[in-house]
C-alpha cells in the first residue's frame, strides 16, 4: 500500500479528488438564494480546498511554499468540520443558524494567525518550519491544532450525524427521508475517512478525507438530478409556508410533488414525491387542481359538504430553464356563502323598492288625477279631499317601508270591518270607469295597513286586467272572504304561476300586485287561491286562518 501511494500519486489523487466537489458549488450557483445552499457550497469549498492544499503539499519541494499551502490546509480542516455542522443545522431545523454558533470560527482565526509565526511551537512542533525538509503535516506533541482539528471537528461532525439521523428517523416526508440519509451516509464516509487519517493508518503525506467530499458530490449530484436536492424544500421557504393557512403545492419540472405546507397535508392525502397520477388517485374529489395553469375557483363535494377553493397556479423557476408549477388553494367557502347573501340581500332590496313603488303608484295617481279634476272644476273642494287622503295614503305607506326597512315591520292585528277596509282600499286607486259591490261584512282579524294593501293590490289587479267596465264584487264566505270581478279570468294553466314576481300577463303589469298580496297572506297565516267568478272572470278566496286555528 505505501509502495503504491508515493506522493507524487498522492498528491494526484488529491487534486482529482477536488473536481467534484467544484462541479457540485458551480452547479449550484443559481440556488443561493436558498436556505442551506450557500453553507453547502461553502463545505464543498472547504473540501475542494482541503484537497488541492494536501495535494499540492504532497507534489511541491520547496520548504517555503510547502509552509504557506500548509498554513492554508490547516484552516480547511476545521472550516470543512464547521460548514458541514452549520449546513446540517440548517437542513434539519429548517431555519438559519444562530448567531452566537459563528463564535466557532473565533479558534480557526487565532489557528491561521499563528501559524504564520508558530509562537512558543503551539502549531507546528519544529523549528524554523518554514525551512524545514518535512511534511508538516503530522501534528506532534505540543500542537494545539489536535485540540482545533481533530477534537472540535469530530464533535461537531458527531452533533451533525445527530441532527440528520433524527431528521431520517422522524420525517413523514419520503423525498426528505432520502436527502437526510445521503448526507446522514456523506457524514458518516467523512468521519470513517478522517478517522483512517488521525490513526496513522495511511502515509502522512496521503489523506483519505477529503475524499469524502468527493463521493458525497458524487451522491448529491445523483440527488440533485433525480430528486432535485435542495431544490425540494429550502428551509427558510418552508418554514415561512408551514404558517400560511391556505394549501399550498409545489410541483417540480417533471410533475412531482416536490413540497407542500401543512395545510395541505391536513386536508389532502398527498407526499413529498407523489406524481400528478397519484395524486389524482388519493384524492379523486381534487383532481382539478393539479390541471395545468389556471386561477379559478373550484368546487370541491367530499362527505357531502360543498367547499369552493380559489385557485391560483403560477410557473415556478427552477435552473436551467426548467419549469415547475406553484399552486395555491384559498378556501372561499365562507366568502362565497357572504357574496351569495348579499346578492340575495340586494335582491331583496331590489324587491323592495320595486315594491314601495307599485303600491305608491295607486294613491299617485288618484292624487294626479283629481289634481287635473279641480283644476278644471269650480268646486274643488270633493277632489282635494280625495287628493289629501290619497296623500295620507302615501305617508303611511311610507311609514310601513320605513318600517319594514328597519326591521319593525311585526304585524298589528286588530278587528277590522271587511267592508270599511274594502271601501277605503277602493278610494286609493283609480276607480273612475269601475265599480265596487259589497255583498255582506265580515270582521276580520289584522293588520290594517296590510288588509288595505292586499285589498288595493287585489282591486288594481281587477282593473288593469279587467277593462274599463269592470265590476268588483267583495264578500264573505264560510273560512274568510273574496274578491271577484267581471274580467276576462284567469286561465287555469297560468294560476299557478301569477303569485310569483315578475311575473305578470298584462302589458301595463308590473308582475309585482300579487307578489305582494301573496306576502301579506303568509305573513297572516292565511291561504288564498284563484277560482272563475259566476260572470266568467277572476275570484280570489282567502281563508282567514286565526292564530289559535292554527295549530289544529
Sequence with gaps: MANFFTPTISGLIMLVSAIPPAYIVYLLQNERDNLVVPWFQISMLCGLVWSISFGLIALVESPI???????????????????????????????????????????????????????????????????????????????????????????????????????????????????????????????????????????????????????????????????????????????????????????????????????????????VGMTESEFKIQNPEYRSVINGYSSTPIEINSNNITRVLDKQSSVLEYTHGAEGEIIILRDITELNKKERELREQNERLDEFVNEVTHDLRGPLTVASGHLELAKMEDDSIEHLNKVQNAHQRIEQLVQDARAKARGNDDLTREQLSLSESARTAWKNIDTATVSLEIEDDRTVEADSGQILRLLENLF?????????????????????????????????????????????????????????????????????????????????????????????
Design 460 to 552: 288594481r289587479n281587477s282593473v288593469e286586467h279587467g277593462g274599463k267596465n269592470v265590476t268588483v264584487r267583495v264578500g264573505s264566505t264560510s273560512s274568510g272572504f273574496f274578491v271577484a270581478d267581471t274580467g276576462p279570468g284567469i286561465p287555469e294553466d297560468k294560476r299557478q304561476r301569477i303569485f310569483e314576481r315578475n311575473v305578470t300577463y298584462s302589458d301595463q303589469g308590473t308582475g309585482y300586485g300579487l307578489a305582494i298580496v301573496m306576502d301579506i297572506i303568509d305573513d297572516h297565516g292565511w291561504s288564498i287561491s284563484v277560482q272563475e267568478s259566476e260572470e266568467g272572470g277572476a275570484r280570489f278566496e282567502i281563508a282567514v286562518i286565526e292564530p289559535g286555528e292554527q295549530s289544529t
Design 65 to 271: 511554499l510547502r509552509f504557506v499551502i500548509t498554513n492554508v490546509y490547516i484552516i480547511a480542516v476545521p472550516l470543512s468540520a464547521i460548514s458541514w455542522f452549520i449546513f446540517c443545522y440548517e437542513f434539519t431545523f429548517r431555519k438559519a443558524i444562530p448567531k452566537r454558533v459563528f463564535l466557532l470560527f473565533v479558534p480557526v482565526v487565532f489557528l491561521f494567525v499563528f501559524s504564520w509565526f508558530n509562537p512558543y511551537n503551539l502549531i507546528y512542533t519544529v523549528e524554523y518550519p518554514y525551512l524545514t525538509e518535512e511534511i508538516l503535516i503530522p501534528a506532534n506533541q505540543g500542537s494545539i491544532r489536535p485540540v482545533i482539528n481533530v477534537g472540535m471537528g469530530y464533535l461537531l461532525v458527531i452533533m451533525s450525524a445527530g441532527m440528520v439521523l433524527g431528521e431520517w428517523m422522524s420525517s413523514p416526508q419520503k423525498v426528505r427521508k432520502t436527502q437526510a440519509q445521503f448526507i446522514f451516509i456523506s457524514t458518516v464516509i467523512l468521519a470513517i475517512l478522517g478517522m483512517i487519517k488521525v490513526l496513522d493508518i495511511v502515509p502522512p503525506y496521503f489523506d483519505p478525507t477529503p475524499i469524502g467530499w468527493t463521493l458525497s458530490s458524487l451522491l448529491f449530484a445523483i440527488s440533485i438530478k433525480r430528486y432535485h436536492f435542495l431544490q425540494l424544500s429550502s428551509a427558510a421557504p418552508n418554514q415561512i409556508i408551514n404558517e400560511i393557512q391556505e394549501i399550498i403545492i409545489i410541483l417540480n419540472p417533471n410533475g412531482i410533488i416536490a413540497d407542500l405546507n401543512c395545510a395541505a397535508a391536513d386536508v389532502l392525502d398527498i407526499e
